[in-house]
């Protein structure tokens, strides 16, 4: 995944693909992950190499209340 296309990756109505194919999306699936995490104090971070591939993580904020 290049660079350039990581940083609006969360943006709805975004598809980010280096191959040609006939593959549809709507481009909502990560912004609605991220969208989650807010709502629950935490946040997603992706990170892409050519030489590891491209790793998501979703983190969230702990709070004293388990439910």
Known sequence: MSESSLGNLFEPMTR????DTDLRSVG???F???EIARARGGDVAVSST????TSFCVSFT???TVR
Do not use: W
């Not at 050519?50 to 591939?53: F, L, P, R, V």
């Open 16 to 19: 980010v693909s280096e191959l």
């Open 28 to 30: 909502l699936g990560l």
């Open 32 to 34: 609605i992950v991220r």
């Open 50 to 53: 050519n030489e590891t591939g």
């Open 62 to 64: 702990r709070t004293g």
